[in-house]
């Protein structure tokens, strides 16, 4: 404390002597040095939590093998469901997605952040093993499906045949007819078949007119139903999973909050 005096009243005035520049400065420089300091391990500990780690990356791959275990009966499902008229299947395609998402999420919710490149891998592998179940089933069906149209197409069975016999043998001639006119009786020669004519006719003795055999979706639809639920399965997928390539947890998996 210094003391001074007023020219009038000769009478001293205590005030605190303002600290020295150099001080001043000194002191702002200690703090800035604090706060630089702060921001930078904030910022390594954000980098350090934001890197994926070995196990957040096992915990992803473990949620994969899950949704592929459930991938297989919602395949067969699907194939089911695609067949439906007016491309209604392709509902089903978005909602079973979101049913797989929301498994591999649960799973992998706890390792966030998971590598983008690892989720799109990951959602593309789920998505082509559901969607090949689905259209390995319908190819596989697809004889016999054609057996039983061309049963109730025949009201009197060719003689020396039941009907068991009259369906292997509708059954056996598509698959003829994919092989020899298409090139294959699996999914290549079935989707040459519909893309090229997408009908077949049959020739009966007890009937006068061959019996055509029609898939459900001709040409253009059928191309467009294929797409179009490979895409509505992945997105629908990724909607749900696409939160662990960051952070935050909206559906509160990792966190459950306690009643």
């Known amino acids: 404390m210094d003391a001074c005096k007023t020219p009038r009243s000769n009478q001293p005035i205590l005030f605190c002597t303002p600290p020295e520049p150099h001080r001043a400065v000194a002191r702002l420089t200690h703090f800035d040095d604090d706060a630089s300091m702060t921001s930078a ?3 390594v500990v954000t980098t350090q939590s934001a890197i994926p780690s070995t196990a957040s990356v096992g915990r992803w791959w473990i949620a994969v093998a899950g949704a592929l275990v459930l991938a297989v009966p919602l395949g067969w499902l699907l194939s ?4 439906l008229v007016a491309l209604l299947g392709l509902y089903f395609f978005a909602l079973f997605g979101i049913v797989l998402g929301g498994l591999m999420y649960r799973i992998a919710a706890p390792a966030r952040p998971i590598s983008r490149t690892l989720v799109h891998i990951g959602v593309s592998i789920v998505t082509l093993f559901c969607w090949g179940i689905s259209m390995g089933i319908e190819v596989h ?3 016999t499906d054609k057996a039983d149209q061309a049963a109730k197409a025949v009201p009197i069975l060719p003689d020396g045949m039941d009907i068991t016999g009259f369906k292997d043998h509708v059954a056996q001639f598509v698959r003829d007819t994919l092989r020899e006119d298409h090139g294959s009786s699996g ?3 079935y989707a040459r078949w519909i ?8 020739e009966v003795e007890t009937v006068t007119r061959p019996i055509v055999l029609r898939s459900i979706h001709h040409r253009f639809w059928w191309a467009f139903r294929v797409l179009a639920s490979i895409v509505f399965l992945w997105f629908a997928m990724f909607a749900v999973v696409r939160p662990l390539t960051g952070m935050s947890d909206p559906a509160g998996v990792a966190n459950p909050q306690k009643c």
């Open 195 to 202: 893309l090229a004519s997408s009908r077949m006719e049959l």
């Open 141 to 143: 069906e697809f004889p």
């Open 80 to 83: 089911y469901g695609a067949a």
């Open 41 to 43: 391990e904030s910022n």
């Open 187 to 189: 999914f290549f020669g």
